[in-house]
């Protein structure tokens, strides 16, 4: 069965340190990617996106990027991070071929306060 | 800016009652989906409807769509306190290679017991 995974599950980091968060899936092959983040009590924000390795596209500008150097592999980095990146981030999976017509997969997310 | 928005923000229940949440969109759709998130946790996915259907069920879920006025509504009959949750209405966006799922702001549900 497909698993997705996204660690760590809490993360306080100081303004200016870097960010590294990571979420792989498990158990099948060429899924389509994403990155949100969603605000205290808001709905979720599409950050990224991606169809393949190396394919990333951006939702909004902002302080943050996204890499996919594996087909299962999705990480959201920054250089420094500011105090409005804090939030809830949330990566999630949609398998190919069937974005038309299938739900997306969420990981439990990681909730980064920024201080 | 999301491409639905749902109504009311928040919504507040006696356990047994039904709860009715609305969603509207802007754009034309593949399909609509509803999600549930409990406080601090992943999206679970609820339901998906079809742009070419109206109504459909799932257990005490009962979901319409409108595709004439661009709107949706989830409906929780007889809730309890277990259903105290965020309920976000999501849809299918196209770009060049694929789609993204845009979603509202979400109604936030407490069924109180």
Redesign the interface.
């Known amino acids: 069965s497909q698993t997705i995974h996204q660690w760590p599950a809490t993360l306080v980091q100081p303004v200016g340190s870097p960010l590294s968060l990571e979420c792989t899936v498990e158990g099948t092959s060429n899924p389509n990617l994403y990155w949100y983040r969603q605000a205290a009590g808001r709905g979720l924000q599409l950050l990224f996106y991606s169809v393949g390795i190396g394919q990333i596209s951006s939702e909004v500008p902002q302080n943050l990027s996204a890499s996919r150097p594996q087909d299962r592999q999705f990480i959201l980095s920054s250089k420094k991070l500011l105090l409005s990146d804090s939030g809830f981030y949330l990566c999630a999976w949609i398998p190919l071929g069937r974005v038309k017509n299938t739900e997306a997969f969420f990981g439990q997310g990681t909730r980064l306060t920024v201080v | 800016s ?1 491409q639905g928005e749902e109504d009311p923000q928040a919504l507040s229940i006696q356990e047994g009652e039904n709860a009715t949440m609305n969603c509207s969109y802007k754009t034309s759709i ?2 609509l ?1 509803w ?1 549930r998130q409990n406080s ?6 609820l339901i ?1 409807i ?1 742009s070419n259907e109206r109504e459909k069920h799932s257990g005490r879920l009962r979901v319409t769509l409108d595709t004439s006025k661009k709107s949706s509504s989830l409906l929780i009959t007889a809730s309890r306190a277990a259903d105290t949750a965020s309920y ?1 209405c ?1 849809t ?1 966006a196209s ?1 060049t ?10 109604t ?1 549900l407490f069924v109180k017991a």
């Open positions: 999301q593949n399909n989906q999600y601090g946790r992943g999206l679970v996915h998906l079809r976000f999501a299918a770009f290679g694929g789609f993204k799922t845009i979603f509202g702001a979400g936030r």
